[in-house]
């Protein structure tokens, strides 16, 4: 699975932003997907994940209720709605697929990654 990730930008804080993430190959239903993000001087963390079927997600406390993990698996893509935006949440996000077949948060569980985009909120 080769994955590419968009929709990065600069935004004030309060502001929303939609990340895309683009899969290619075959087994994209067959993948659970993630998003991390790595703040500058921060070890990359885990933000959110959702299962094959689109119908399990999993989140992070610190993005719980303010961002929404979906997937089509009609069109290969993975998206992120972020609302609410903190200057906090400024990192590169990244992509990523596993086959596992629980909603893993650890990024050793993960098989394939993106190139990631950035984020960054002003305050």
């Known amino acids: 699975v080769q994955l590419q990730a968009s929709g990065g930008g600069l935004v004030q804080a309060g502001a929303s932003l939609r990340l895309s993430c683009a899969a290619s190959?075959?087994?994209?239903?067959?993948?659970?997907m993630g998003w991390f993000r790595q703040a500058p001087g921060k070890e990359r963390e885990f933000v959110a994940a959702?299962?094959?079927?689109?119908?399990?997600?999993a989140y992070a406390d610190s993005v719980k209720g303010r961002c929404t993990i979906s997937r089509d698996n009609a069109k290969s893509t993975v998206s992120l709605q972020m609302n609410s935006l903190k200057p906090e949440d400024t990192a590169v996000y990244y992509c990523?697929?596993?086959?596992?077949?629980?909603?893993?948060?650890?990024?050793?569980?993960?098989?394939?990654w993106g190139q990631g985009t950035l984020v960054t909120v002003s305050s």
């Open positions: 990523a697929a596993t086959v596992a077949t629980w909603i893993p948060r650890r990024e050793s569980d993960y098989d394939y």
């Open positions: 190959g075959r087994t994209f239903s067959s993948s659970a």
């Open positions: 959702v299962s094959r079927s689109g119908g399990g997600t």
